[in-house]
């Protein structure tokens, strides 16, 4: 056993002097045999866990963040590997891989380190990657990537506040290589710009023109330096620049036939001029204005182009507020709609409640009148019997049954009726008394059981009382239906 372990040992330092050295190297490999001796795995089970790990750290980009680990780690693997082909004590191949496995893990957290301390430089590493360094300035860039890896050892063997100090000379590195890519980005555009128009003599045919496009390039690389993150502003420039530029070359290469003219070439050249004016008229249909001199001409057809502009803005916004109008009607509309459907909904919904009503009263009322039908002759017939003051005609239209109420106009006749019944009762004809009397001698005349026939007797009288009392209330309802006459309840008793 001992000389298993002193072989395993033996193994591990070779291991650690033929790998990059880092900071805790030696106490990974002591604590990696440790844990071989109480491992309950096999070695392939611990070989298989160390290879997982290993492409996890290849995922993480271990060889920028954090490389001598990884290397130090994959040497390890690599002799775990040859040990369980050359069938090794497991021991020894365990413990190769536990180094490694520990490696590993100490390199993913050297990554979350640096990405922390180093975020300045990492960050300007991406800056210099999206201005596409690696192409521009290829050798600039990976110097930049030298310095920025010797930081990240620093941070492996533990010397961060040392990486820290170092970090400002590369971050000034990188401030510099940003410029100089901006510079052959946009500035190199103006100068091949400005290189053209020196190649046409514009530094002599078009001398006012050449000096404004020499200014603006000086102009441009002095802003690119004091302004390098301003990319939309470098780029507006740039793109400034370079039409002044081309301008120069332009008016150069137009200036150069005009020194040889005579006069006959002269006028060919005006009237060249008012030949591409014109094209410009036509375009906007305007009038011929070639009487006006070349400078009025140009003053008509940009006011006439100003009117058409101003027009244009005028249908946009007329046709910008028809949508907003419409818009607008559309919810009108809806509002409308829906105030509407509510209206209807309860305009249907009022007749059915009062079609209810109607029909509840309709259903009570003959079931009162009834009840008056059966119980006032029995109280007429009493009062007669006691000698009541109450007449007997009286009694009789008590007996009258009620009509229920089906609309107003059956209300209004029910009235009128009840009226004429009552100045009948106040007023009386003769023969109505004289039968009343008659009821009541027969009344008085007889005993007990003529008291049972007097009853009979006024029982058979009263149809003949309710009969004029009806014919009467007959002749009322006719007069109220057919809204002819106005006699007075008194009249409509005196005429039968």
Request: proline content about 4%.
């Amino acid at each position: 056993m001992n000389k298993l372990l002193v072989s395993a040992l033996s193994c591990v330092f070779l291991s650690a002097c033929s790998a990059p050295a880092v900071k805790d190297s030696a106490t990974i490999q002591q604590s990696a045999i440790e844990q071989a001796k109480t491992v309950n795995l096999s070695p392939q089970q611990v070989l298989d866990e160390t290879r997982d790990l290993q492409v996890l750290a290849q995922r993480e980009d271990l060889y920028f963040y954090s490389p001598n680990y990884i290397a130090q780690a994959e040497n390890e693997i690599r002799q775990a590997e040859d040990a369980l082909k050359g069938k090794l004590p497991p021991q020894q191949i365990i413990t190769h891989a536990l180094t490694g496995q520990q490696l590993l893990k100490r390199g993913l957290e050297t990554k979350q380190t640096v990405l922390t301390q180093l975020k300045l430089t990492l960050d300007g590493l991406a800056m210099l990657r999206e201005l596409k360094t690696e192409k521009l300035m290829a050798s600039e860039f990976s110097d930049i990537q030298g310095e920025t890896k010797d930081l990240i050892i620093l941070v492996e063997q533990g010397n961060t506040s040392q990486a820290l100090k170092e970090q400002a000379d590369v971050l000034a590195e990188i401030a510099i290589l940003e410029i100089n890519v901006l510079k052959k980005t946009y500035l190199s555009q103006a100068e091949i710009a400005l290189e053209k128009a020196e190649d046409t003599d514009a530094e002599d045919h078009a001398a006012v023109s050449f000096e404004q496009a020499s200014i603006a390039v000086e102009r441009l690389q002095a802003f690119i330096e004091a302004n390098p993150k301003k990319r939309q502003d470098i780029n507006l420039k740039t793109q400034d620049t370079v039409r002044l530029c081309q301008h120069a070359e332009n008016v150069a290469s137009a200036a150069k036939p005009l020194l040889k003219l005579t006069n006959e070439g002269a006028e060919q050249h005006v009237l060249f001029i008012e030949k591409l004016i014109a094209r410009i008229g036509h375009a906007l249909k305007h009038e011929d204005v070639s009487y006006l001199p070349l400078d009025n001409q140009s003053i008509a057809l940009a006011q006439a182009a100003e009117t058409i502009n101003k027009q244009a803005q005028s249908f946009k916004q007329q046709g910008q507020w028809e949508k907003e109008k419409a818009e607008l009607q559309a919810k009108l509309n809806n509002l409308q709609s829906q105030l509407n459907t509510a209206t209807q909904a309860s305009i249907i919904e009022e007749p059915k409640i009062n079609e209810t009503e109607l029909k509840d009263s309709s259903e009570i009322l003959p079931m009162d009148t009834d009840s008056n039908k059966e119980t006032k002759p029995e109280t007429a017939i009493n009062q007669v019997t006691e000698n009541s003051p109450v007449t007997p005609l009286e009694s009789e239209i008590s007996q009258e049954p009620t009509i229920a109420p089906q609309d107003q106009t059956e209300a209004t006749k029910k009235t009128a009726i009840d009226e004429t019944v009552a100045t009948e009762t106040q007023a009386p004809s003769e023969a109505v008394k004289a039968e009343i009397q008659t009821s009541t001698n027969v009344a008085e005349s007889t005993n007990s059981e003529g008291e049972i026939q007097a009853t009979s007797t006024i029982e058979t009288e009263t149809p003949s009382s309710k009969e004029v009392t009806l014919k009467i209330a007959e002749d009322n309802t006719s007069a109220i239906e057919a809204d002819t006459q106005t006699e007075s309840p008194q009249d409509l008793i005196e005429a039968p």
